[in-house]
Nanobody, 127 residues
């Protein structure tokens, strides 16, 4: 399985970005997908996760109301739409595939539960 993240860039505070993560393989729809981020000098943190069908999602409090995770199983792609970006959103954003079948917040937000990771895409928000 390979995950290829894209869509990052430099944006002013208040702007928007849409991240994409394309997955290889034919079983994409069988897995929960998540987005995590890691700012310089900080630990990796959960951003959002979406269940296999795309009918349910979880968000970190820091992005709730400003971000939307979605997926297109026909295209093997998961997206993260981020609006009203803030300088504190600056980080490398990673998409990942969960190893768990159960979709719950505690498990979906715990990065060791993800077994495949994309290479990351840099998001920089200027003030």
């Amino acid at each position: 399985v390979q995950l290829q993240a894209s869509g990052g860039g430099l944006v002013q505070a208040g702007g928007s970005l849409r991240l994409s993560c394309a997955a290889s393989g034919r079983t994409f729809s069988s897995y929960t997908m998540g987005w995590f981020r890691q700012a310089a000098g900080k630990e990796r943190e959960f951003v959002a996760a979406i269940n296999r069908s795309g009918s349910s999602a979880y968000y970190a409090d820091s992005v709730k109301g400003r971000s939307t995770i979605s997926r297109d199983n026909a295209k093997n792609t998961v997206y993260l739409q981020m609006n009203s970006l803030k300088p504190e959103d600056t980080a490398v954003y990673y998409c990942a595939r969960s190893r768990r079948s159960l979709f719950d917040y505690s498990g979906s937000s715990y990065y060791p539960n993800y077994d495949y990771w994309g290479q990351g895409t840099q998001v920089t928000v200027s003030s």
